[in-house]
C-alpha cells in the first residue's frame, strides 16, 4: 500500500475503505485474527470549492436550448432552468414527481433522490425539505405542463 502512487487523496481513501471493509468481513468469518488495514490513517477529505453558474450564465445556457424548437432541447432547457432557479441538486429535480410540485403553493417537496442510477426515497444529506421555486423556475414549470 504505501508504494503505490495515488492519483488523489480521495482515491486512496476510498481504497483503504473497501480493503478494511473486506478484511472486517475475514475477521468477523474467523478467516483473520484481525484486521491489518484497521488501525491505518485514512486521508483527509478535501472540501472541493462550488463554483456555480453565474446569473448570465445560466440565462445565456437556457437560452440557447430554448432556441431549438426539436422537443428534446426544450424540455432540457425547461429542466435546466427549473434546477438552476431552485437550487436543486440534479439528483433530486431529476427523481422529483409532479405530486410533490404544488404550482398554486409555490412549493416543491424534495424527498428522493437518484444513487446510482436508482430512484431512492432519501436525499443526499437524508432529509427531505421544501423549496420555493421563484418565478423562473415556475416558467419552467408552466413550459413543461403545456
Sequence with gaps: MASIKWSSPAVKRNALVKLSTALKSAVSEELLAKNPAAPRELPKRSRKEIDPFTLEEANTIIEKMY????????????FFEFVFFTGMRLSEALALRWDAV?????????CRGIALGEVVERTKTGGDRFVLPNERALHALAFVKK
Design 67 to 78: 432556441q431549438h424548437d426539436h422537443w428534446p432541447s426544450t424540455i432540457y432547457a425547461a
Design 102 to 110: 404544488s404550482i398554486e403553493k409555490r412549493t416543491a417537496h424534495v
